[in-house]
């Protein structure tokens, strides 16, 4: 059990579907992160938000669309994705920039496959 | 560029046979450096951070060092449920928040 929960762990959706992933953190944070696994590749950061509002976004395509509505929630918004969007999406969070402690804490995953 | 390069990519151990994971970077300036552990299917967990050049820190059979240009997670004695893949990722002074990982190291330890 993590401070940071993920749903849903698996899904399979067509290239026309349009989803969701969601991430929920309960350790007070501010600041919350998407990143994606693929196989045989580091981590690659996507967007970050840091008191809700969008710091980064590491020049990912528009068919990803990440919404932020508080401190706790983020949503990942998914709509004609592509094979290669197929990987482990990870949900993360840590405190707010200012801190000096800001290790990043990491949610169980989202296991995206794209027919 | 900022860079982060572990090796080996692989490692085979019997349990007991102690060994070290290297992970060597290039950054402009570093605020850290993070080790992670990560199982089959699931998330990174957490191991520990360093900060500076000489700083060391230990879990269990887990022990990290942190040199100028490079970090070392040294496994002693290790026993099969340290089998992972094992990710270093560095946060830079001026991307505060950001972690650019290396590829891991898949270790497998056998009884």
């Known amino acids: 059990e993590t401070g940071v929960t993920q749903t849903p762990r698996h899904l399979v959706m067509g290239m026309t579907n349009k989803k969701s992933l969601k991430c929920e953190q309960h350790?007070?944070?501010?600041?919350m992160y998407w990143y994606k696994q693929s196989a045989k590749k580091p981590l690659e950061l996507m967007f970050v938000?840091?008191?809700?509002?969008?710091?980064e976004n590491n020049s990912v395509p528009s068919r990803f669309s990440p919404e932020c509505p508080n401190s706790s929630h983020l949503f990942l918004h998914l709509h004609t994705l592509q094979p290669e969007d197929s990987a482990l999406y990870l949900c993360?969070?840590?405190?707010?920039?200012?801190?000096?402690?800001?290790?990043?804490?990491f949610g169980e995953g989202s296991w995206l496959t794209v027919v | 560029e900022d860079q982060v390069t572990q090796s080996p990519e692989a490692l085979r151990l019997q349990e007991g046979e102690s060994s070290s994971l290297n992970c060597s970077y290039t950054?402009?300036?570093?605020?850290?450096l993070f080790w992670y552990r990560q199982d089959p299917g699931k998330g990174p967990e957490f191991l520990f951070t360093?900060?500076?050049a000489g700083e060391e820190k230990e879990k269990e059979r887990l022990k990290a060092t942190l040199t100028k240009k490079e970090s070392f997670l040294h496994i002693t004695a290790p026993k099969p449920e340290d089998s992972a893949t094992y990710l270093c990722?560095?946060?830079?002074?001026?991307?505060?928040?950001?972690?650019?990982f290396g590829a891991g190291t898949q270790v497998v330890v056998t009884p």
């Open positions: 993360a969070s840590s405190q707010d920039f200012g801190q000096s402690e800001n290790t990043i804490y």
């Open positions: 350790l007070g944070h501010n600041a």
């Open positions: 938000y840091n008191f809700k509002e969008q710091t």
């Open positions: 950054v402009s300036g570093l605020r850290g």
């Open positions: 360093l900060y500076s």
């Open positions: 990722a560095v946060q830079t002074t001026d991307s505060w928040g950001k972690l650019q």
